[in-house]
C-alpha cells in the first residue's frame, strides 16, 4: 500500500457492466482509446471483484483525474454506477476511508457477550474447582466449570495476565467457543463474559 493510498470504487449493477468496463480501461478500442491512453500514461493499477472495479492512484489528484475520465466513460457506455467514489487508504486504521470503521476484535467479543480472552485453570479436586468458579463468579467474571477445569473470562489479555499469575491459570484467546483437547481428557467448554 506504499504508493497505492488512493483508490476510485465503481460500483454497477451488474457483473457484465463491471467486465465492460474493466475491458475499455485495459484495452484501446474505438471510442475507449482516449480513456485507456490516458490511465496508461498515469500507471494507475485497475482490478475488479464481482461488479466492482477499482483504480488505485498514487495521489488526490492523480485520482480525481482519473475519477473525470472514468465518469465520461461510464456516460458515454449508458452506464450509471451504483456508487463512484474516491477513497483514501488509511495506514493506522488499515482501512479505506469509506469503509466502516471495524471495531477492534476484542470490544466486538465483548459487545457481542464472548469473552476475548480466557483464563483456564485445572484444580486436583472437584470442590476446589467449584469453590474457584463461585470465587471468580463473585468477582464478576464470567465462569464456565466442568469437572475440575475452571475457565473465566477476561475483556483484555492484562486482566488475564494477572488474573492468571493469581490463579495459577493459562491464558488462552477467548472466543464464542474453545476446545480443549487432550488424549485423557476431550471435551469441549463454551466461554463468555456472564456465561
Known amino acids: 500500500m506504499a504508493q497505492d493510498d488512493w483508490r476510485i470504487r465503481i460500483e454497477l449493477?451488474?457483473?457484465?457492466?463491471?467486465?465492460?468496463?474493466?475491458?475499455?480501461?485495459?484495452?484501446?478500442?474505438?471510442?475507449?482509446?482516449?480513456?485507456?491512453d490516458e490511465l496508461r500514461e498515469q500507471r494507475l493499477a485497475v482490478s475488479r471483484d464481482d461488479n466492482t472495479i477499482f483504480v488505485y492512484a498514487a495521489s488526490a489528484m492523480q485520482a480525481e483525474q482519473a475519477s473525470r475520465v472514468i465518469e465520461?466513460?461510464?456516460?458515454e457506455a449508458n452506464l450509471t454506477p451504483q456508487r463512484l467514489v474516491t477513497e483514501r487508504w488509511l495506514?493506522?486504521?488499515?482501512?479505506?476511508?469509506?469503509?466502516?470503521?471495524q471495531p477492534p476484535t476484542e470490544e466486538d467479543?465483548?459487545?457481542r457477550g464472548y469473552a476475548p480472552w480466557e483464563v483456564r485453570v485445572e484444580l486436583e479436586t472437584l470442590g476446589e474447582a467449584h469453590d474457584l468458579a463461585e470465587q471468580l463468579t463473585k468477582e464478576g467474571y464470567g465462569v464456565s466449570r466442568t469437572f475440575t477445569y475452571v475457565i473465566a473470562g477476561t475483556e483484555t489479555r492484562e486482566e488475564a495476565v494477572e488474573l492468571a499469575r493469581r490463579v495459577?491459570?493459562?491464558?488462552e484467546p477467548g472466543g464464542e467457543l474453545v476446545y480443549e483437547v487432550q488424549p485423557s481428557n476431550p471435551f469441549a467448554v463454551f466461554g463468555g463474559l456472564g456465561a
Not at 495506514?91 to 470503521?101: A, G, L
Request: glycine fraction near 8%; charge should be negative; hydrophobic fraction near 35%.
Open 13 to 36: 449493477p451488474d457483473e457484465e457492466g463491471a467486465h465492460g468496463v474493466l475491458e475499455r480501461l485495459h484495452l484501446a478500442r474505438g471510442d475507449a482509446e482516449l480513456l485507456a
Open 91 to 101: 495506514p493506522d486504521e488499515e482501512r479505506w476511508d469509506d469503509d466502516p470503521k
Open 109 to 111: 467479543l465483548v459487545r
Open 72 to 75: 465520461r466513460d461510464l456516460q
Open 168 to 171: 495459577h491459570g493459562a491464558v
